[in-house]
């Protein structure tokens, strides 16, 4: 192996995605712990030791917040047409395939119907394992798609985010993704739908800085990243130690950017409650003193 190629060397992938190394046991990347692969499939990829939250893979994250067998899935009916025709160390076009034919999926993104505790929802879910989530022409037009459905459906609106931000392969149409899932949203305020917004580790760049913190509700899960630059980026530019815990969920709660930070088990039971209180309907979950504050 030559010394570049060994640099390029691929690190292991996080979570149990159909790319994880295959073994039983993983340690985990948080307290070191030897885990049970199975256990922490089970445990909604949770870290059973120390409650660290890995990546979930897309199915598992609509298996968590839909009631069973009443997903439909609206994305998977267009696709990037590559009009750059960027290359960098390989061809877009060719990434583009690859990552297609692995994952099983035209893009970065899932949008689709369901119900939640029987509230009718529409969502969208990114793949931070297709191409790091990143937010391309299909991306942008998928979740500008699905909202404006919900909208007609009246259906609330669910975002789930993990993204490395816009995809840098299609340039400029990549940055405009941000205005138009921008403006679809209006389309949900116009009809008071409620919109959450759930950021997962990690949503970074024109994600953060468009749809994703434009949530009613804006939720994050634990010691996510969340951020428009990274934190090494922003170290370099302003030439100072950054503060401990920075631009991570709870550090943002802290700030103000954030409603909540929420475990995984408790996601859904709390959006199915937030939806009722923001459509008017009285809630059938207790919402605890400290969330009302929040809202
Ligand atoms: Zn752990």
Redesign the pocket.
């Known amino acids: 192996m030559t010394l570049e190629r060994w640099f390029r060397r691929k690190k292991p992938t996080k979570g149990d995605d159909d790319s994880s190394p295959v073994g039983l046991w993983l340690k ?6 030897q ?1 049970y692969r199975k256990d922490l499939v089970a445990n909604l990829y949770v ?6 939250h890995y990546q979930m893979p897309v199915d598992a994250r609509l298996e968590l917040l839909l009631d069973e067998g009443s997903f439909e899935q609206w994305s998977g009916h267009i696709q990037a047409t590559d009009p750059l025709e960027f290359v960098d160390q390989e061809a877009y076009a060719d990434k583009l395939k690859a990552a297609q034919e692995k994952h099983h999926r035209k893009d970065a993104i899932v949008t689709g119907s369901g119900l939640l505790n029987g509230l009718p929802v529409a969502l969208s879910v990114m793949d931070f394992f297709f191409l790091g989530g990143s937010m391309g022409s299909v991306v942008g037009e998928e979740i500008a798609r699905a909202v404006e459905r919900a909208a007609d459906e009246d259906r609330a609106f669910i975002a789930v985010t993990a993204s490395g931000g816009a995809r840098m392969q299609e340039g400029a149409l990549s940055l405009m993704q941000m205005a138009k899932t921008t403006v679809a949203l209006e389309r949900l305020a116009e009809k008071h739908l409620p919109f959450i917004s759930l950021l997962t580790d990690p949503t970074t760049g024109g994600t953060t800085a468009s749809f994703a913190t434009l949530g009613d509700i804006i939720i994050a899960e634990p010691k996510a990243l969340i951020c428009f630059a990274g934190p090494r980026v922003i170290q370099q530019t302003i030439k100072q130690e950054l503060p401990e815990g920075f631009q991570r969920s709870e550090f943002l709660l802290e700030k103000g950017m954030l409603d909540d930070v929420l475990e995984r088990s408790k996601l859904k039971d709390k959006f199915a409650a937030y939806i009722r209180l923001l459509s008017g309907k009285v809630p059938q979950v207790t919402l605890e003193a400290e969330h009302v504050a929040t809202l």
Do not use: L
């Open positions: 985990c990347e948080s307290c070191n712990a885990i870290c059973p030791e120390c409650q660290h």
